[in-house]
């Protein structure tokens, strides 16, 4: 048995694909013989809908209203904030679309490593005597601005100075003629009636069709005559030029240039990043919230399934109970072997503050019968001083471990309790896992609304089941 590489996932109930009305069962009571949901035979477990429904608890929500738990997959997010990483600025909502996504202020990556630029003076002087303007500057790959004769009067509003820069290019200048070219085009055919023939008949098809028909013809292609086209900045000898270009094969056989790439690179303005809110897909009830400023690092509402279902792992030490320092007692592992039975320790954590009530179910299988020496157990509830290891009374306690150990119980330590599962493998596989139903219940003191009094609450017994897949470690045969 590899207790070094156990691995626990817990099994969430959903396909990734869930309705508003697949409305989650009720918590039952556990039945011995419920099957999985998933099987354990050989490396079923590792196949791929497994893989998308078999989480570690760390990556699983917890949606209260429905008392489920929630993976990636079953989530709906939605954006909570913008924010620019380099500056930490907090963008509005409503200019994050016409501020294309990117941060309004001084925030560039650099064209050649994508690393941040940085706003530096000049090193010339003006004809006053002055500072000649500012660059953008890289301070890994030393990059500047002078590459693409980019330099800038003032040290702040560094991207309304690249926009008038760019607005004073021809290429800027004809793509805005273009689009009030096409805008009127646009606004013309919009004043005209159209009909289901008369789109028919402008179509491209339908004019080659007609095309030497006579007046018909003629008649279709003035009706739908567009204007001819005046560039502003470019005239027909660029487009003879444009024309004439090299061929595109004949360009990737050319050795790379730097320098080309110097020129034709433009800095970009860092993209804006966002802090998304999950709501559960069922009930829309919000699971995560963090907050909404940049600098922030906590969570408003944060419900994860660490924080509300007890944690199961494979221990490979226990602490012992006669030392009064912390020491381990490491616990034996024994070999999976066709046909023998091995004992295997699993501990449960309590993560609340209020005593639960734990019940487990086993299933067995072809591979291996799983027996369950304490079905049922209490989790002591969670407490802070627990974590100083203070000493225990021994005589006290005496009692309480001769009690456990005829349970199936083998230890306890502060909200952690651990059991013994033995095992008899009845083929040899590559990995083993057995599949634990475990249905846990505890009381959750809820203010009472209705009335004034804050110390009146009302008292709800809260039962949350679901299964957990251990995996052990290969099989081998018995040695004879």
Same mark, same amino acid.
């Given at each position: 048995?590899?207790?070094? !590489?156990?691995?626990?996932? #817990?099994?969430?109930?959903?396909?990734?694909?869930?309705?508003?009305?697949?409305?989650?069962?009720?918590?039952?009571?556990?039945?011995?013989?419920?099957?999985?949901?998933?099987?354990?035979?050989?490396?079923?477990v590792?196949?791929?809908?497994?893989?998308?429904?078999?989480?570690p608890?760390?990556?699983?929500?917890?949606?209260?209203?429905?008392?489920e738990?929630?993976?990636?997959?079953?989530?709906?997010?939605?954006?909570?904030? #913008?924010?620019?990483?380099?500056?930490?600025?907090?963008?509005?909502?409503?200019?994050?679309?016409?501020?294309?996504?990117?941060?309004a202020?001084?925030?560039?990556?650099?064209?050649?490593c994508?690393?941040?630029?940085?706003?530096?003076?000049?090193?010339?002087?003006?004809?006053?005597?002055?500072?000649?303007?500012?660059?953008?500057?890289?301070?890994?790959?030393?990059?500047?601005?002078?590459?693409i004769?980019?330099?800038?009067?003032?040290?702040?509003?560094?991207?309304?100075?690249?926009?008038?820069?760019?607005?004073? =290019?021809?290429?800027?200048?004809? #793509?805005?003629?273009?689009?009030? #070219?096409?805008?009127?085009v646009q606004r013309?055919?919009?004043? +005209?009636p159209?009909?289901r023939?008369?789109?028919a008949? $402008?179509?491209?098809?339908?004019?080659?069709?007609l095309?030497?028909?006579?007046?018909?013809?003629?008649?279709?292609?003035?009706?739908?005559?567009?204007?001819?086209?005046?560039?502003?900045?470019?005239? !027909?000898?660029?487009?003879e030029?444009?024309?004439?270009?090299?061929?595109?094969?004949?360009?990737?056989s050319?050795?790379?240039?730097?320098?080309?790439q110097?020129r034709?690179?433009?800095?970009?303005?860092?993209?804006l990043?966002?802090?998304?809110?999950?709501?559960?897909?069922?009930?829309h009830?919000?699971?995560?919230?963090p =907050?909404?400023?940049?600098?922030?690092?906590?969570?408003?509402?944060?419900?994860?399934?660490? !924080?509300?279902?007890?944690?199961?792992t494979?221990?490979?030490?226990?602490?012992?109970?006669r030392?009064?320092?912390?020491?381990?007692?490491?616990i034996?592992?024994?070999?999976?072997?066709?046909?023998?039975?091995?004992?295997?320790?699993?501990r449960?954590?309590?993560?609340?503050?209020?005593?639960?009530?734990v019940?487990?179910?086993?299933?067995?299988?072809?591979?291996?019968?799983?027996d369950?020496?304490?079905?049922?157990?209490?989790?002591?509830?969670?407490?802070?001083?627990?974590?100083?290891?203070?000493?225990?009374?021994?005589?006290?306690?005496?009692?309480?471990?001769?009690?456990? $150990?005829?349970?199936?119980?083998?230890?306890?330590?502060? !909200?952690?309790?651990?059991? +013994?599962?033995?095992?008899?493998?009845?083929?040899?596989?590559?990995?083993?896992?057995?599949?634990?139903?475990?249905?846990?219940?505890?009381?959750?003191?809820?203010p009472?609304?209705?009335? =004034?009094?804050?110390?009146?609450?009302?008292?709800?017994?809260?039962?949350?089941?679901?299964?957990?897949?251990?995996?052990?470690?290969?099989?081998?045969?018995?040695?004879?």
């Amino acid at each position: 048995m590899d207790k070094a !590489n156990a691995s626990v996932l #817990y099994y969430c109930p959903c396909t990734g694909s869930m309705r508003t009305s697949e409305a989650p069962n009720a918590p039952s009571e556990v039945d011995a013989e419920q099957k999985p949901p998933l099987s354990t035979r050989g490396s079923a477990v590792q196949s791929g809908l497994a893989a998308m429904r078999l989480w570690p608890i760390e990556r699983l929500y917890y949606c209260d209203d429905c008392s489920e738990v929630r993976c990636p997959r079953c989530v709906v997010e939605e954006p909570a904030g #913008y924010h620019c990483p380099n500056c930490l600025f907090d963008v509005p909502t409503a200019s994050v679309r016409s501020e294309k996504n990117r941060c309004a202020r001084n925030c560039f990556q650099c064209p050649l490593c994508t690393h941040v630029l940085s706003v530096v003076e000049h090193d010339g002087l003006g004809s006053d005597g002055e500072s000649a303007g500012f660059l953008l500057s890289c301070a890994v790959c030393f990059w500047d601005s002078r590459a693409i004769d980019w330099v800038f009067e003032k040290a702040t509003g560094i991207s309304a100075q690249v926009e008038r820069l760019k607005a004073a =290019e021809p290429s800027s200048k004809e #793509y805005a003629n273009l689009l009030d #070219y096409w805008r009127s085009v646009q606004r013309a055919a919009s004043h +005209r009636p159209a009909t289901r023939l008369s789109a028919a008949a $402008s179509s491209t098809a339908f004019k080659h069709r007609l095309a030497g028909s006579g007046s018909h013809a003629s008649a279709v292609t003035t009706a739908d005559a567009i204007p001819p086209y005046k560039a502003a900045c470019y005239g !027909n000898d660029d487009h003879e030029r444009v024309a004439q270009q090299m061929a595109l094969d004949d360009a990737r056989s050319l050795p790379f240039s730097a320098d080309q790439q110097n020129r034709s690179g433009e800095p970009q303005r860092v993209r804006l990043h966002m802090k998304l809110s999950r709501r559960c897909r069922i009930c829309h009830h919000i699971l995560i919230k963090p =907050e909404s400023k940049a600098q922030a690092t906590r969570f408003k509402i944060q419900l994860m399934a660490a !924080n509300f279902l007890p944690s199961v792992t494979v221990p490979t030490a226990l602490a012992s109970p006669r030392s009064r320092v912390s020491v381990l007692d490491p616990i034996p592992a024994f070999p999976l072997r066709v046909g023998g039975t091995v004992p295997c320790v699993i501990r449960l954590a309590n993560p609340l503050y209020t005593e639960m009530d734990v019940v487990l179910a086993a299933t067995s299988d072809d591979d291996v019968t799983v027996d369950v020496l304490a079905p049922q157990f209490t989790l002591p509830p969670f407490a802070e001083l627990w974590e100083y290891d203070e000493e225990e009374d021994e005589d006290s306690t005496a009692a309480a471990r001769s009690s456990d $150990s005829k349970r199936g119980i083998v230890h306890r330590h502060g !909200n952690r309790v651990a059991i +013994r599962l033995d095992l008899t493998p009845h083929t040899q596989v590559d990995s083993l896992t057995i599949s634990l139903h475990i249905t846990c219940s505890h009381v959750d003191d809820m203010p009472d609304i209705d009335t =004034e009094d804050t110390a009146s609450s009302s008292r709800r017994i809260v039962t949350n089941s679901f299964w957990a897949y251990i995996s052990l470690g290969a099989v081998h045969q018995s040695s004879k």
